[in-house]
């Protein structure tokens, strides 16, 4: 009788042992995500296709998702900093435009205040018109620009986003005095989308994920992609090679909690850098001609370092900031 019991132990022991094996290993619990943005805006859409991508990775057990907006991000970066620190299960999705914003209205909590985990990817700004417009080429835009640059509005994100300071930096490449463009900051990309598709704006400026399904189905033609070579799926040459040396494109990535023990920094980055391998993620960097260039740790934080260096340089010259 005691030799089956032991029998008995070892193989429950056995099949505890492989069942354990089989089943998931999850780095994270729930994750919570803040998206400093509105929902459907690019913070958002980078927060919600992760979190199914850490979802299919069985990197995370589930995923919740919260809104803030304001401020070029910097709300949602000051509310996150300050009621999550130490949690391993929590997620800011950040981006140059946060950057831009941090040096603009220069904020009590940056993102020193926050843990760097991982960039991501790079989404290069398209400039598209309606279809009714007159402007059937690049050639043709930036001919009506040049000869009277405030005759064409541009539409794009907030005042100091890297939507403004791309057509800024544009415009300085053609000769076009800064003060001289027409650029109209706007909130929310459903906002710009409405006025740029009723005429009122000329030309949009933005990521393809944003506008890409009014582009598929014909609504606004791309005359430009700010990317340094050509994009697969995207009918449109570069700013490069039509002449200007402009690259205009906005990253994003994301921060995990102040205060993450350097384990739990490690579980976190791994949990995303698995997520970024999933096959959910790969078709939406495809879908959403995101550009994938995955950094982690203390390189991603040099590199957000250099860019605020950068983009300061670039907010001074385009005099949205004093020297």
Known sequence: MSALFHRFNRYLAAGITAAALAAPAFALDTVKFMAPGSVGGGYDQTARVLGKALVEAKAAKSTTFENKGGAGGTLGLAQFANSTKGDPNALLVVGAIMVTAIEQNKPQITLKDVTPIARLFTEYNVLAVRKESEFKTLEDLLKAFKEKPTSISWGGGSKGSIDHIGIAELAGKMGVPVNKVNYVAFAGGGEVV????????????????????????????????????????????????????????????VYGAAGLTPEQRKEVTEAVVAASNSNVWKENIETNKWSANVLTGDEFGKFVDDEHVRLRAMLVEVGLVAK
Do not use: C, H, M
Not at 224 to 252: F, Q
């Open 194 to 253: 409405a006025q740029a598709l009723g005429g009122q704006i000329k030309v949009i400026t933005g990521g393809y994920a944003e506008l890409g399904q009014y582009i598929r189905n014909g609504q606004f033609r791309v005359l430009a992609i700010g990317a340094p070579e050509r994009v697969a799926g995207i009918d449109a040459p570069t700013l490069k090679e039509s002449g200007y040396d402009v690259t205009i494109g906005n990253w994003r990535g």
